[in-house]
């Protein structure tokens, strides 16, 4: 079983796929699906939405389960208006991918990724990214940043799916 987690963007889209064998996760693959900056939006938008299908794709045609994408959800800071609208924009094409492969999509705000992974909503990018590298049994910080915050939110999914698991009996 995969979950894919993605952390959407009109530049840069990150994204990374844990396998999970038990309560066991292993980071699979992970990567960027850039647009070419210059090109119109909805050039951008097409170029996110076929780099997320080709994963997706590869992923399917193996026959690999696909559990679910795992997705920043979209916040605004005052001062940056503009960032929110340009990663919606990213995200309609995510959804669009992802509902076309009929994989189940769950959205995290950035504070609930945060709070399952470090017990604080609040935790810095380095405290989140080195939850990451410990929970994944990594050698080092995941790079870029996009990348590191896919697998951030497809390890809070994990960790959600197991706080909705019933424990089995002894």
């Known amino acids: 079983m995969f979950i894919i987690g993605i952390d959407p963007g009109l530049n840069t889209t ?21 647009s070419t900056k210059g090109c119109s939006l909805a050039s951008r938008v097409t170029e996110i939405g076929r780099g997320l299908r080709e994963v997706l794709a590869d992923y399917q045609s193996a026959g690999h389960e696909l559990r679910a994408i795992a997705i920043e959800q979209v916040f605004s800071h005052t001062s940056f208006p503009k960032t929110a609208i340009l990663m919606a924009h990213a995200r309609g094409a995510i959804l669009y991918a992802a509902s076309e492969a009929n994989i189940p999509i769950v959205h995290y705000m950035p504070r609930q990724i945060k709070s399952l992974l470090t017990g604080s909503g609040k935790a810095s990018k380095e405290q989140v990214q080195r939850a990451v590298q410990l929970e994944l049994n990594l050698p080092s910080i995941l790079e870029p940043n996009d990348v590191a915050d896919a697998a951030a939110i497809a390890v809070c999914h994990a960790f959600a799916i197991r706080l909705t698991q019933p424990i089995p009996e002894a």
Do not use: D, N
């Not at 990150?14 to 850039?34: D, K, N, T």
């Open 14 to 34: 990150g994204y990374s796929v844990l396998a999970c064998h038990g309560r066991q996760l292993v980071l699979h693959e992970a990567g960027v699906i850039r």
